[in-house]
């Protein structure tokens, strides 16, 4: 992916600021109207409807060069610095390009089942990894921005989650919308996996959510965060084999009965920040197919990528 420096939380001016008065003049009622009738018709008409309308007009831009200077304040106060290293950057919400370079981007050639990369080009379209061949998904295919075994990209992942650093979701949403393109363009909802609401309670957010509301801005695709519910208090994950893994997700997942029908015969993006061996959502997809979903798709920041 080529390096960008991403600028969020400043719009610049509509074009529609600095405009005059430019309203359309109705014609007259009667079947000869003079001249007289015209600019009468215009005068009532431009008193109406012109003045509430450049009012309007006025009230934006004065809204967003409020925001654009209450931007640039805060540039001085907190300069923009870079999400991983704190070096100057150009805008906030930005990598420096030292730690965008050090940050391994899954790009094409890929397995269109599992996202995971290719060691080279093999040629054709729609090519399956050995490893999906072997152990197909419950999902339909996966999408990820990075490998999680790269230092940068685990870091962004983990500040996320760990560390209350809510402000990531947005650069990191943004790069997720870019990666799975494919799978937005036919998505009718998002659905972020879920936490239990004890852990919830000891987080305080949910780091999937947050990232599903911007991609979600970004695709134009609904998100709907509360269509699948954690029944279960799985414990950690970590330290744990692919099939204890897999064991501790059973029965994790349900939809709840009021969300079914926006669930039902829909196709559905599961959105989650990290993918390790694919038990979390697998059992999430399982879940959501049994409620009657045409397609779940998996979307994530970074994933674990043990081969290909």
Known sequence: MKHEEHEFGQSLPSPACGRGWLDEVEPGEGPHPTLADARATFSLKREKDSRPAALRRGLVCATQYARRAGSLALDLVFPPACLLCRRAVAGHGALCAACWGDIAFIERPFCERLGTPFDRDLGGAGLI????????PVFGRARAVA????DKARGLARRLKYYDRLE????LGRWMA?????????ADV?????LHRLRLFARRFNQSAALARVVARESAVPVEALALERVKPTPPQVG?????????????FRVREDMAITIAGKNIVLVDDVLTSGATVNAAARTLLRAGAARVDVLVFARVVTGA
């Open 129 to 136: 990894s050995l490893e999906a061949s072997a152990d197909p």
């Open 240 to 252: 744990l084999t692919r099939a204890q893994r897999a064991a501790n997700m059973q029965g994790a």
């Open 190 to 194: 998002l659905v972020p996996v879920p």
């Open 147 to 150: 490998r999680y075994d790269g």
């Open 178 to 186: 870019r990666a799975g393109a494919d799978l937005l363009s036919s």
């Open 168 to 171: 990531l979701a947005e650069p």
